[in-house]
Each structure stands twice: as C-alpha cells, then as structure tokens.
C-alpha cells in the first residue's frame, strides 16, 4: 500500500528552508529539511504527515526536544532523483523550556 503524504499544517509559514546557508552558519551542520510553523504563532501541536512509527524520542542536547519518526508504509515521492514510493524518517524538534 504506498500512502500520499500531506501538509500538517494550515497556515504555515516556512521559517527555514531546505539547505538554507544562514542555519548551516548559525548551527553548524546542513538542514536537510523544510520547518513550518503556525502563521499566527499560537498552534503548537505536533501533527504526523502519513502513519508514523515513533523511533526515538528525547532531549538532544544540541536541538532540545526532538522526535523521530518513520513511515508505516512507502510515502509516494514525485519529485527528485529517487522518484518513487519509498519510507520516509521525519525529526521534528523544539527548543527546551527553562
């Protein structure tokens, strides 16, 4: 069964982009992904793109929290050299309380 992922949230802006060089300068390390967050600033809940396994979950020391997921079934890619049906990891993290 290959699965369509979606869009978790409604009205997202993109705060970091995928390989955006002021994060690799400011954190140390390529992002190799695209963060979103609620337009309005006020929706902080975490939604699953497809169905998810959870395969981690804790403080990362550098990040804070994080959690790291993986796809029940193959996400159907349309874009990129590795077009196709394939599983898919997705981290998402959040900066510690104090």
């Known amino acids: 069964m ?3 992922a979606i869009l ?3 009205n997202a802006r993109i705060t970091s982009g995928y390989k955006n060089e002021s994060y ?3 954190m140390g390390f390529r992002h190799f992904g695209t963060d979103m967050a609620d ?3 006020k929706d902080f809940a975490v939604y699953a793109p497809f169905k998810i396994k959870i395969i981690a979950l804790g403080n990362d020391t ?3 929290g994080s959690i790291i ?3 029940e079934n ?3 890619v349309h874009y990129g050299p590795k077009k ?3 599983r898919l990891v997705v981290r998402r993290t959040w900066l510690k309380c104090m």
Request: proline fraction near 8%; charged fraction near 25%.
């Open 24 to 26: 690799h300068r400011a």
């Open 8 to 10: 978790p949230l409604n």
């Open 62 to 64: 550098h990040m804070g």
């Open 69 to 71: 997921v993986i796809s």
């Open 2 to 4: 290959t699965e369509k």
């Open 84 to 86: 196709g049906a394939r």
């Open 74 to 76: 193959p996400i159907d």
């Open 39 to 41: 337009l309005n600033r």
